[in-house]
């Protein structure tokens, strides 16, 4: 493996999305994430959209760049070799509630005390501790609770949209939070690290909180529109487009230039930031209604002359062949014995230590006997563990 996370090694006990997108990220980066699987594989697995025996998209885009071990740690052998992977491992990566931590034999105090180089790194969504650490959540109960969603649906026709968002900050979190323990690691050793996607939906809407405690305000969905002058239209075409004018007059006269309505600049509504802020609405329809007179694409090339913030809106088939997207964030993957996939590249550029393109998810248990033959266990636990994993091999 190549990149600055070359040589971690990162045990991830991870179901669904929080914690499998943390150990994704670290793998990207170079880690070698080694994903404990159930024999019956994780439920992600299966989802009902795509073909592929062994993973769905979602599955894959989670889980790429993994090695996956099947372990039954319901069975005394199955933990002996959970452990033999802890003793050489840096990280341990996790989403499970705390009983089912302990019940493995994996409490935070015994971990420490067995490991105590070891990072341990838990989502979990309202904490660890206090009256709702064992309560079962997923993102949408988070996104609910946190406020998160207030600032993304339409009051009058509540309907949760998009991605997972509280999942992918949570996983972004803990991926940071890893490395910053390991940044630390030399001066206090190992730590457990507890990652609530409850803080993690807070932070990412941080701006609406203060807002509230400061000046009283309730942010909605729409006040970025007006605090940023973000207009979303539909040209001649049918197609759309968003642009930005905010953030300097310079834009706005451009803008007023272009689409020739100089006379927007004397306008008393619209003559400066603060006014267009009061009258946005009125601003939007009149933004909306000169952007119709003209096919997107002219649009388009008119504001990039002037360099005014401006983009089409994309739907997923659109990016995948847009040059400024595909090109340059997509990357075929191999799959072994398959078609390859077609997948966003790992984020970030290393001088020094280069990444490399994504390795594929892997099949359930695919690395299960090259793995568990390497660890430090008693003969018969291991073959037991083998044979566990031959008898009950899945796919979909």
């Not at 994996?106 to 660890?128: E, I, K, N, T, Y």
């Not at 064992?134 to 339409?154: A, E, N, P, W």
């Not at 000046?215 to 040209?235: K, S, V």
């Amino acid at each position: 493996m190549t990149g600055p996370l070359a040589r971690l090694v990162v045990i991830e006990l991870g179901r669904y999305v929080a914690a499998p997108f943390a150990g994704r990220l670290l793998a990207d980066w170079g880690a070698n994430v080694i994903k404990v699987e159930a024999p019956e594989g994780d439920p992600m697995r299966w989802g009902p959209l795509g073909d592929r025996p062994a993973w769905s998209p979602q599955f894959a885009s989670w889980n790429r760049g993994k090695r996956s071990v099947t372990l039954d740690l319901k069975t005394s052998d199955g933990r002996a070799a959970l452990g033999a992977l802890l003793d050489g491992a840096d990280v341990l990566l996790h989403n499970l509630r705390p009983a089912a931590l302990a019940g493995l034999g994996l409490a935070p105090g015994r971990l420490r005390a067995d490991r105590p180089h070891l990072v341990v790194c838990g989502v979990s969504g309202f904490g660890d501790a206090g009256p709702h650490a064992s309560r079962r959540t997923f993102d949408s109960v988070v996104s609910g609770i946190s406020g998160l969603y207030s600032q993304l649906l339409d009051p009058a026709s509540p309907r949760p949209t998009g991605p997972a968002f509280t999942d992918l900050l949570a996983g972004m979190f803990a991926a940071q939070a890893v490395l910053a323990a390991l940044h630390a690691r030399d001066r206090v050793g190992g730590q457990v690290i507890d990652i609530p996607m409850l803080a993690a939906a807070a932070c990412a809407i941080d701006d609406a909180f203060t807002t509230y405690t400061e000046a009283g305000i309730e942010l909605t969905p729409d006040a970025r529109q007006a605090r940023q002058q973000i207009f979303a239209a539909t040209a001649a075409d049918g197609r759309h487009l968003v642009v930005h004018l905010a953030g300097d007059e310079s834009i706005w006269r451009e803008f007023a230039a272009v689409v020739d309505r100089p006379q927007w600049l004397d306008d008393p509504r619209f003559r400066d930031y603060r006014s267009r802020l009061t009258h946005v609405d009125a601003l939007a329809e009149q933004v909306r209604a000169v952007l119709r007179t003209r096919p997107r694409a002219e649009w388009l090339a008119l504001l990039h002359v002037r360099d005014i913030p401006s983009a089409p809106i994309n739907a997923i088939a659109d990016a995948v062949v847009d040059a400024d997207v595909g090109g340059a964030v997509l990357v075929d993957v191999p799959v072994p014995g398959e078609a390859p996939m077609r997948m966003t590249r790992p984020v970030g550029r290393f001088g020094g230590s280069p990444v490399s393109d994504p390795a594929g998810p892997p099949a359930p248990g695919e690395h299960t006997r090259s793995i568990v033959a390497g660890l430090d266990m008693a003969p018969e636990a291991r073959a037991a563990v083998l044979t566990t994993w031959a008898g009950r091999r899945i796919s979909r």
